[in-house]
């Protein structure tokens, strides 16, 4: 289902000396807004006996290690304003399933949430720590894990 | 016994090279179970994922990386611990976890020597978590906590 | 208080090394750009297998006997060896390891003693780093050194390896050969920052004509910081503890034979 289009767009984030975004909480975005985390069944997905099902990683909820990095995401309502549905957009043009969480949820854990548009993915932000950019404490990512929900549901996958 | 590192002629020393002393070696195989090869699989594609593997900008894992985390499994595991998941990071990292025997307990492979272990006990709610550099004592404790563990439940 | 030391130590061998994450960007064709670093010394250049990764871990229960997992193929990138003419140095070079072996040639050769060769370890590792530095945007990062002391004992029969050996004493075992290793796990204030392997082996002849035991120590682990200072002192710190060892593990009589001076 398409959307209806709704000129949408953020301020550019500001940039280091290599070009790379630096890390910052953008007050554009709201936090009644939803970010999307994309997940791949093949590589996200492990056996949970403890809990007797198939379930996400905590893995998918830690951003990159590299100085700086951060959890990528896709910012919905940037998707929305494209006139795309989010759950076909996240979906191609690789299939993965797909979660989402609120904004308010980041950084109700001390997470700041940034917009990093990307050649291929005008809609693709990210998620930083606050101390430390490239690292979510255990509470922070357990947070973000309980409070997502499936934007597109891997069979058999429970959340966790 | 033999340390297995020096196999196939890949060695520091290059002493063999014009002493013409030849080494009279035995090496010998540890046979883990079946999901010891299904592991060497799951390294091996791990190490092969293709750039945007998570639907971002998502690289293999490191071959250090996956190199540290095969040498900690074969060190640290106790013989009859469960078999591990493992978890490719978008940078990468991975994550080596058990979900098993009322624990949670992970292995977040930032580099070598530099992990951050975590676990979860499910029936006391305690969290404990500890950065290791190259003692991995304490996690070979977790190890050993939850392989027992699994052994009692399957004893009752 | 100084270290022990000896005139005719049956020493034959010794290896200093640095292991790195390998840079970003390094593909084959660039090996040429790294002898060129240092040609002038090591003009002869070999092929060799490479050498895979080595990580010291403490806590598990047999690390002598860890498994390995062979998910390979690795990286399409060989070990070199790069030759000095005398054949006495050679330098080992692949994208993720320098060592600097040190070898006797011919009977008689003095061993050209710590210092020098960890000075000169030292600087190669100064332009292995300003090159990747260069070339990568990443200086070197170190996540394990090892030293390693390789000594050749001739003995023709191996029912002596008492005599020179405190570790083994056979009495009445006809030994035909022997094959151990085991490993001590060294400490600083209960924490464990490095291992040393021990390694006995009864080698010989093709001919079998000449036998001897192969004894090595190897102190390998984790330096304190990525860097070659760092790296170069706990490589120096297992340098000294080996030398200790070597003495502890051998007899008074072997200490005569190899003429102990201090």
Excluded at chain 1, 104 to 124: F, I, K, S, T
Excluded at chain 1, 128 to 145: C, D, I, M, V
Excluded at chain 3, 132 to 159: C, T, V
Aim: hydrophobic fraction near 35%; include cysteine.
């Amino acid at each position: 289902m398409l959307c209806p289009k709704r000129e949408q767009k953020l301020r550019l984030p500001d940039l280091d000396d290599n070009g790379d975004v630096v890390p910052h909480d953008h007050d554009e975005i709201q936090n009644d807004d939803f970010l999307i985390r994309r997940v791949n069944p093949k590589q996200h997905v492990v056996p949970d006996d403890n809990r007797g099902c198939r379930r996400i990683s905590s893995k998918l909820f830690q951003p990159s290690s590299a100085e700086n990095g951060g959890m990528s995401v896709d910012i919905k309502p940037l998707i929305e304003g494209l006139g795309e549905a989010p759950e076909q957009y996240v979906v191609t043009p690789v299939f993965l399933g797909a979660v989402e969480f609120s904004v308010d949820v980041a950084r109700g854990n001390n997470l700041r949430v940034g917009y990093d548009p990307l050649p291929d993915n005008e809609c693709h932000g990210e998620v930083w720590g606050s101390n430390r950019p490239n690292r979510f404490s255990g509470s922070q990512n357990k947070a973000l894990h309980r409070s997502c929900r499936w934007l597109v549901e891997l069979d058999d996958v429970e959340l966790i | 016994m033999t340390n297995s590192s020096n196999r196939g002629g890949s060695s520091v020393s290059v002493l063999n090279d014009h002493t013409g002393f030849q080494a009279h070696r035995v090496l010998v195989d540890w046979h883990r179970g079946d999901w010891w090869d299904k592991l060497q699989a799951r390294f091996k594609e791990l190490t092969s994922l293709p750039r945007g593997w998570d639907g971002y900008a998502g690289v293999p894992v490191a071959w250090d990386n996956a190199s540290f985390a095969a040498k900690l499994i074969g060190t640290i595991l106790p013989q009859n611990c469960p078999e591990p998941s493992l978890v490719p990071g978008a940078d990468g990292t991975l994550q080596i976890e058990w979900h098993q025997n009322s624990f949670d307990i992970e292995l977040d492979i930032l580099g070598p020597n530099n992990v951050i272990a975590t676990r979860y006990n499910l029936v006391t709610d305690e969290t404990n978590e500890v950065h290791v550099e190259t003692d991995f004592s304490e996690v070979v404790c977790w190890l050993d906590a939850m392989s027992e563990a699994g052994a009692e439940i399957e004893a009752a | 208080m100084s270290l022990p030391s000896f005139d005719n130590p049956p020493l034959e061998e010794v290896v200093l090394g640095a292991q790195f994450s390998s840079p970003e960007g390094f593909n084959s064709t660039h090996n040429g750009q790294v002898w060129s670093l240092f040609g002038q010394e090591f003009p002869i250049v070999q092929d060799q297998p490479r050498l895979e990764p080595q990580f010291e871990v403490f806590g598990g229960q047999s690390p002598q006997q860890g498994i390995r997992l062979d998910f390979g193929p690795p990286p399409l990138r060989n070990r070199l060896w790069f030759v000095s003419n005398d054949q006495s140095h050679l330098l080992q070079f692949q994208d993720d390891r320098l060592l600097l072996n040190w070898r006797k040639r011919k009977e008689g050769e003095q061993y050209p003693r710590y210092e020098t060769i960890s000075d000169k370890f030292s600087e190669y590792l100064g332009r292995l780093d300003s090159f990747y530095s260069s070339k990568y945007q990443m200086p070197l990062r170190i996540n394990q050194a090892e030293i390693s002391y390789i000594n050749i004992i001739p003995m023709e029969n191996y029912r002596e390896i008492g005599e020179l050996l405190s570790l083994v004493r056979p009495s009445s075992v006809e030994l035909e050969g022997i094959n151990a290793n085991f490993g001590e796990v060294i400490r600083r204030d209960t924490k464990p920052v490095a291992r040393i392997t021990y390694e006995l082996q009864s080698v010989s002849t093709v001919d079998g004509r000449k036998r001897a035991l192969r004894l090595s120590l190897t102190y390998r682990g984790k330096p304190l910081l990525e860097n070659i200072d760092s790296t170069l002192d706990f490589i120096s710190n297992g340098r000294d503890l080996i030398v200790k060892r070597f003495c502890d593990i051998t007899t008074s009589k072997a200490h005569g034979l190899w003429r102990r001076t201090s």
